[in-house]
């Protein structure tokens, strides 16, 4: 079982709709990161979080620390949202984890 | 602030071959990373660094060796390259305590 487990692995949806992301973490963390990775290969970081919630215009990121457990939403979304999200656990020994990523597809 | 940068972005190398990849950062990151991504199994670990001078094996070290002479840079080679490690390959670095991880562009390798 991996240590850093996302769901799911591809989502289709139409344009406009709430996008809600889920990953799910066995190890002890002290931060988890989301991440975008667009057809063209490049990985941006998203948000760092070690509690609570964060926005960053349609996109937002809450994590539970007692459940082990973070959601990326994406709201009113559009086909230029589509790409590859990860998520990843930057564990005590300051190694990062990543989940396989969820491939999100944005229709018109 | 150019943040992470690895070079080169397309490589083409014939099984036997050798090579190094280069990755730069200048944000003062004590940590530094090499990833290997392929279909199916997202980014997996080879190498990091968690200081100057300081190496550790990832997940999945074989084939690889790394050097991190200074803070800044952290360069990944591969002695005998292999068609098992075509791959695209990332660089990355973050502070230690947890802050936001950067990551380079990414590098395309193919052995032939």
Redesign the interface.
Known sequence: KNEVEQSPQNLTAQEGEFITINCSYSVG???L?W?QQHPG?????LF?L?SGKKKHGRLIATINIQEKHSSLHITASHPRDSAVY?C?A?NRD????????TRLHILP | NAGVTQTPKFQVLKTGQSMTLQCAQDMNHNSMYWYRQDPGMGLRLIYYSASEGTTDKGEVPNGYNVSRLNKREFSLRLESAAPSQTSVYFCASSEIGGTEAFFGQGTRLTVV
């Open positions: 963390i002290s931060a990161h991440l290969g490049g990985i941006v970081s760092m070690s990860i990843a930057l300051d190694k990062i984890i990543f989940g396989k990523g």
